[in-house]
């Protein structure tokens, strides 16, 4: 709760100095960052690794479609994260429990397939909801200096604002929620055997959209 407030104060004052948006049906880019909100329960004492990588570089390609005061369309979010495997998974005594625990040690990417729905408020200011389906890439502990692709796929959820900077860009702020509890590749271990680890992350996410 306390960080969607943020996110209309922060919405409320870019308000003051924004420009009318031209609000019309058509396609849309945006880029900007995400970063973790909430320590995940599935990475449980191997936070303080994952707490290394909780920013990433968060990208959107989308289709509006105008209705009045209400907006639709279908959104293809992609998030990189900004560093690649822990240096300190290298180390045994590290990897071992996440590799018992079946847990991924770290991530590569997020992919997001999914609907938005919105209202327009006042002052330009715009509200969204969105549902749909993902999938994380990750790697998992095999062994000692070892790791091993793996992925997830679940449901993911969104909250967001969103205000007009320019005739063409809005400034968005959302709140995302994955649960990605279904495996499609597992990671597998130096003797063959087969981890299932799942993923449960909330995100905040700010971009800059564009509208072509």
Same mark, same amino acid.
């Given at each position: 709760m306390k960080q969607i407030v943020i996110i209309c104060i922060m919405a409320g004052a870019v308000s003051v100095v924004a420009s009318p948006c031209l609000a019309e049906?058509?396609?849309?880019f945006g880029t900007g960052f995400s970063y973790r909100l909430m320590s995940s329960h599935r990475f449980k004492d191997e936070k303080r690794y994952v707490q290394r990588k909780r920013a990433a570089h968060d990208m959107v390609?989308?289709?509006?479609?105008?209705?009045?005061?209400?907006?639709?369309?279908?959104?293809?979010? !992609?998030?990189r994260f900004l560093r690649g495997r822990f240096a300190d998974m290298q180390d045994y005594g !590290?990897?071992?429990? !996440?590799?018992? @625990?079946?847990?991924?040690c770290s991530r590569r990417s997020t992919y997001r397939l999914r609907g938005i729905y919105g209202?327009?408020?006042e002052h330009g200011l715009e509200a969204y909801v969105a549902l749909g389906?993902?999938?994380?890439?990750?790697?998992g502990a095999t062994g000692q200096g070892r790791t091993s692709l793996g992925a997830s796929a679940?449901?993911?959820?969104?909250? @967001?604002?969103?205000?007009?900077?320019?005739?063409?860009?809005?400034?968005r702020g959302e709140i995302t929620y994955d649960n990605f509890n279904v495996v499609i590749r597992h990671p597998k271990g130096p003797d063959g055997t087969?981890?299932?680890?799942?993923?449960?992350?909330?995100?905040?996410?700010?971009?800059?959209?564009f509208a072509f």
């Open positions: 049906s058509g396609i849309y390609l989308g289709y509006r479609i105008e209705k009045g005061l209400t907006f639709y369309g279908p959104e293809i979010n !992609v998030e !590290v990897c071992k429990t !996440v590799q018992y @625990g079946s847990y991924f209202r327009k408020l389906i993902g999938v994380m890439k990750g790697y679940g449901i993911t959820a969104g909250v @967001g604002l969103q205000i007009p900077v320019s005739t063409r860009g809005m400034l087969t981890y299932s680890p799942s993923y449960e992350e909330t995100r905040l996410k700010l971009s800059y959209i």
